[in-house]
């Protein structure tokens, strides 16, 4: 791992979100009884030197741990399908400075960042080096990330999209879901998606984050849209709503409620499994 004062260069855009993500879940991590147990983002923001509460303002309770609680209910699906094949490989598209590897690692999975040549590198300079993770500077949207993956059938594959489908256009996402359907039969696909109408508002330009204007997010969907994600590929056998965890005190009961109710429930992310088959079977209804 790097020494302390690493600089983040000029991310901008997009790429700047991963450091809004991080601030957030640091701070979760670091208090007392924290949802996400994430001692190497605490590592990271002592490495980084970055007006992070000049940036994005001071930590708001709520979103930091609405952030531990979205990473965890990521670390539960990927943990899951390592209890069934435990040698998968776990390919994390757009992972900027995530740290679910050291989170999740098994002794026995193979890990895949893809990300953006400027987020990889940081990347590559901040967090520790392993035999069994990599870092890809490549776009998700370019397909050519596929044929990184060793033994996909044999081994089995996890893919996570934390944090990046929304900023990408309707036919970009179509895209990567019909490439995995095709590609990773018995693997799965954990994503997050933010309502239309979130969404629509970060077109206007006018949601800010301290300084930080939240980029705009071109691709939405809202919860009781979860089936039409069949229709990207005849691959996707299973199409399943995944739930936060349970929160800590007032502020995860709250968070839970929210989640769960139909007026309000659309202005966090919704978080969705995909189950890829081959083509001839149907699978399970989508939930």
Not at 75 to 98: F, H, I, N, S
Request: aromatic share 8%.
């Amino acid at each position: 791992m790097s020494t302390p004062g690493a600089s983040t260069g000029t991310l901008s855009g997009v790429p700047e979100t991963l450091l809004w993500t991080l601030y957030n879940r640091a701070y979760e991590a670091g208090r007392r009884y924290p949802v996400l147990d994430d001692p190497m983002a605490l590592r990271l923001m002592e490495a980084l030197d970055y007006p992070f509460e000049e940036r994005f303002g001071r930590p708001n309770a709520f979103y930091s741990q609405l952030q531990g609680l979205r990473s965890r209910c990521f670390d539960l699906a990927v943990q899951a399908y390592l209890a069934e094949r435990p040698r998968a490989t776990v390919v994390a598209l757009g992972d900027g400075l995530e740290t679910g590897f050291w989170r999740v690692d098994n002794g026995l999975l193979n890990w895949l960042s893809v990300d953006l040549p400027e987020v990889a590198e940081l990347r590559r300079e901040l967090l520790p080096a392993s035999d069994r993770s990599r870092v890809l500077a490549r776009s998700a949207t370019d397909p050519a990330w596929l044929d990184e993956i060793e033994d996909p059938r044999g081994r089995g594959v996890v893919v996570t999209a934390q944090g990046l489908l929304m900023y990408l256009r309707p036919a970009e996402v179509r895209g990567i879901l019909a490439a995995c359907a095709e590609r990773l039969p018995g693997g799965v696909l954990v994503l997050d998606s933010m309502a239309r109408r979130p969404a629509g508002y970060t077109l206007t330009g006018r949601w800010r984050v301290g300084g930080m204007t939240i980029p705009p997010m071109r691709w939405a969907m809202d919860p009781g849209e979860r089936p039409k994600l069949r229709g990207a590929h005849p691959g996707i056998t299973e199409v399943r709503a995944l739930r936060l965890p349970r929160g800590r005190g007032a502020m995860g009961e709250l968070i839970r409620l929210q989640s769960l109710l139909p007026g309000v429930r659309a202005l966090t992310p919704a978080i969705t499994r995909l189950g890829f088959g081959d083509f001839g079977d149907t699978g399970p209804a989508p939930r």
